[in-house]
């Protein structure tokens, strides 16, 4: 019994030298571990196409057998901007502006002023089947607001296209939003 007692001793002793040598073996580890995790996250944010500024340079609805409609007039202006955090706020506005036309519309989908579009919110994005869903915090469009709205989407180097097509009053609509990746302005602060 003694003589176990005495082993149990020495083990410990021999132990904590053993757990000094590994010290920083451990340390070294734990610092690669959280390096990785650190990594992990920026893969997962280098997996998001969507992150960064869209200017939006299309946007037409084609009825079938008929020629587009351009709501927003031929060079609308707006803006998609997505975060790597999730959020995401979109800004659109016919150019130019047709700011004479009633700013109210009964349809829960129109914009209120018809001319201008905004909404944001937060987003998911499933980059596999080309999908993201903006769920609606706050928008001009009272239909939308607090839903989710998903968009079919493709990107092609700097160039975004969101897709549709539906169907209003037994007559297909492809809807098509063509925007172009906003290169990081350089700062001109000092």
Not at 68 to 95: C, E, K, Q
Not at 98 to 112: E, K, R, Y
Request: glycine share 8%; net charge negative.
């Amino acid at each position: 019994m003694l003589r176990a007692s005495a082993d149990v001793g020495a083990a410990s002793h021999g132990g904590t030298n053993l757990a000094s040598a590994c010290r920083p073996l451990f340390l070294n580890c734990a610092l690669l571990l959280f390096a990785f995790m650190q990594a992990g996250s920026a893969a997962e944010t280098g997996k998001n196409p969507l992150i960064g500024t869209w200017l939006l340079v299309k946007y037409a609805d084609t009825p079938e057998n008929s020629e587009p409609i351009f709501a927003f007039g031929r060079d609308p202006l707006g803006y998609f901007t997505f975060t790597a955090r999730g959020h995401v706020a979109f800004s659109i506005m016919r150019n130019p502006p047709d700011i004479q036309n009633s700013t109210s519309d009964p349809d829960p989908d129109a914009c209120i002023p018809g001319w201008y579009c905004a909404y944001f919110g937060t987003y998911t994005v499933d980059t596999k089947h080309g999908v993201w869903v903006t769920h609606v915090l706050s928008a001009n469009i009272p239909g939308i607001l607090n839903t989710d709205q998903p968009r079919h989407f493709t990107i092609d180097g700097n160039t975004l296209v969101v897709s549709e097509t539906h169907l209003k009053a037994n007559t297909r609509i492809k809807t098509e939003r063509i925007f172009v990746r906003e290169a990081a302005p350089s700062s001109s602060n000092p």
